[in-house]
């Protein structure tokens, strides 16, 4: 009997009905980048500088304005002298002169002592984030990291129950839900009254956030033909970077953290209206034995399509032979169970966690980068545009291997050279920084496809599961990374990057080729695979 490959065959495997179904999961892809990346723009780094509220009567009596205050009473260094320190100095003096009040403590050899910002700090006014709101500078500058990291903590816990939910209830009542219930917890992390309730909610909105994007990938690949359904998984990737530019456009225009998060968030109520518009996955209903139901939307596919059913359709049993898979029960202990299932498991777990912490510490070192962050993040998210239509172009040509660690190569190369490039070519740092964004970009959508390709079928939704969570991990670690190693040096984390990309561009390199092959159906196909590929090699 025919299973539902074969049926797509007859109605369409991807025309009217499959592209609006595409449509719809695109605008739910470009929805949630807010979701991952919105730290950017939330937590922005203002320019700021230490306040001395003891020299506010020498500042009356000279008649200066707080900025000339601040002239002369912030020491002047790196910044973060400027920023997190300031004279240990008694400014009510009276025997001050308002034309160089430091010349009074010549004595002191030059060696005036510095203490601590402990009243505030001076923020740039144009611009209003959670660190100026809540003071997220010098010693507190580790709860940004924590705000940013707590998400990803979200992604991580979250992950696991998701992924049941999608499984247990399908992929279209898990899409409501996360949507839901990241749609209101958005929309508490802009109402939240301090800094506590602000990192609470956002863990909230992380728990369910990558439920929706990951159900909505599901669902896309499940309802198309074979052989669009790598063409539909990378292009659905490509929304996000829409997404990424309307952040960037909203964030511009919105110079308040507290509107912009409402203006990503209120619309995403709309999504709500999929109940009556996207539908349920027939693969899913077929694998829960609704077989009914899936030949409705079956029904539905050829009525949209406009091509006719099989003439014996309604006698067709739709269930697939999921008989390889029922007789095998999916085991972690699977993953490392053979020397190639072990060297898979830790290569593409490695992947994950490169491509994540690259990716997002990108973005991130972007909001630092001190000149305009609005171009510098449009020029980094217009670059992921081109991403999916050179994979598309290459991997059933080249295959995966080669494009994949070319990739990774370009990231770290490039990531290398923004580090040691002049500051007075800020062009080449742009270009660089760009094309190390494309490259993570395609190795990121290289990852999520190949992890499916190398493993057996009864293993292969719970492996890329486990190897997936090292993505959240590298989205744990990037804030601290990035943050606090500019700290040191305004370039390291890109240090940092260069390395992790180059082993990776390595590491992938020893996968073999998934081209034109078949998916393996038990551990045994792999091992086979493998001693395949290595006499070929040889």
């Known amino acids: 009997m025919p299973n539902f490959d074969e049926i797509l065959e007859h109605i369409g495997e991807f025309?009217?009905?499959?592209?609006?179904?595409?449509?719809?999961?695109?605008?739910?892809?470009?929805?949630?980048?807010?979701?991952?990346?919105?730290?950017?723009?939330?937590?922005?780094?203002p320019e700021h500088r230490c306040l001395n509220p003891g020299a506010a009567e020498l500042r009356r009596r000279c008649g200066w304005t707080l900025e000339e205050e601040l002239n002369y009473t912030v020491p002047k260094g790196e910044a973060f002298i400027q920023q997190c320190m300031r004279y240990d100095v008694d400014w009510n003096a009276t025997e001050l002169s308002c034309t160089d009040p430091l010349g009074n403590f010549s004595h002191l050899n030059g060696s005036i002592p510095l203490t601590t910002c402990q009243e505030g700090w001076l923020y740039d006014s144009s611009i209003q984030s959670i660190v100026s709101e809540f003071d997220l500078v010098?010693?507190?500058?580790?709860k940004l990291d924590v705000?940013?990291?707590c998400v990803n903590v979200g992604f991580c816990l979250g992950s696991i129950y998701v992924g049941y939910v999608a499984d247990r209830f399908g992929r279209k009542t898990s899409i409501l839900i996360t949507t839901l219930v990241t749609s209101i917890t958005g929309v508490l992390v802009a109402v939240a009254p301090d800094y506590i309730w602000t990192v609470i909610f956002r863990f909230m909105q992380g728990l369910v956030g990558k439920g929706s994007w990951t159900a909505g990938y599901i669902l896309i690949t499940e309802i198309v033909g074979a052989s669009y359904r790598r063409t539909v998984a990378i292009l659905s990737q490509t929304a996000f970077a829409v997404g990424l530019l309307i952040l960037d456009a909203l964030a511009y225009a919105i110079p308040h953290w507290r509107w912009l998060?409402?203006?990503?968030?209120?619309?995403?109520?709309?999504?709500?209206?999929?109940?009556?518009?996207?539908?349920?996955?027939?693969?899913?209903?077929?694998?829960?034995?609704?077989?009914?139901?899936?030949?409705?939307?079956?029904?539905?596919?050829?009525?949209t399509n406009r091509k006719p059913l099989p003439p014996d359709f309604e006698s067709i049993d739709l269930e697939e032979d999921n008989e390889k898979d029922t007789k095998q029960s999916p085991s972690v202990m699977d993953l490392v169970r053979t020397s190639q299932m072990r060297k898979y498991t830790l290569i593409l777990m490695y992947n994950w966690f490169t491509s994540a912490i690259t990716y997002q510490g990108l973005i991130m070192h972007v909001g630092i980068s001190g000149d305009n962050v609005y171009l510098d993040f449009l020029y980094s998210s217009i670059v992921e545009l081109p991403a999916a239509a050179i994979l598309v172009l290459t991997i059933e040509r080249v295959g995966r291997r080669y494009p994949w660690a070319i990739a990774h190569l370009m990231a770290g190369i490039a990531c290398l050279v923004t580090a040691f490039a002049p500051e007075d070519m800020h062009w080449l740092m742009i270009t660089a920084a760009s094309l190390g964004k494309l490259g993570i970009t395609m190795a990121f959508e290289m990852v999520c496809f190949v992890n499916t390709e190398l493993y057996p079928t009864f293993l292969r939704n719970l492996g890329v599961m486990v190897c997936s969570s090292l993505c959240d991990l590298g989205g744990i670690i990037s804030p601290f990374v990035v943050y606090r190693l500019a700290e040191i040096w305004h370039q390291l984390p890109l240090l940092v990057f260069t390395a992790v990309s180059l082993i990776a561009a390595g590491?992938?390199?020893?996968?073999?080729e998934t081209k034109g092959r078949n998916l393996p159906d038990t551990i045994e196909d792999v091992e086979n695979f493998h001693r395949y590929h290595a006499k070929q090699l040889n």
């Open 147 to 149: 705000f940013q990291a």
């Open 507 to 512: 590491s992938v390199l020893l996968l073999p």
């Open 15 to 45: 025309d009217l009905f499959q592209k609006r179904t595409f449509l719809l999961i695109s605008l739910l892809s470009a929805a949630s980048a807010p979701v991952y990346i919105g730290v950017v723009f939330l937590g922005f780094i």
């Open 261 to 303: 998060q409402l203006a990503v968030t209120l619309p995403t109520f709309l999504l709500l209206l999929y109940y009556w518009c996207l539908p349920e996955s027939p693969r899913w209903l077929l694998s829960r034995g609704q077989n009914g139901k899936a030949m409705e939307i079956v029904g539905d596919i050829a009525k």
């Open 138 to 142: 010098c010693k507190y500058s580790w």
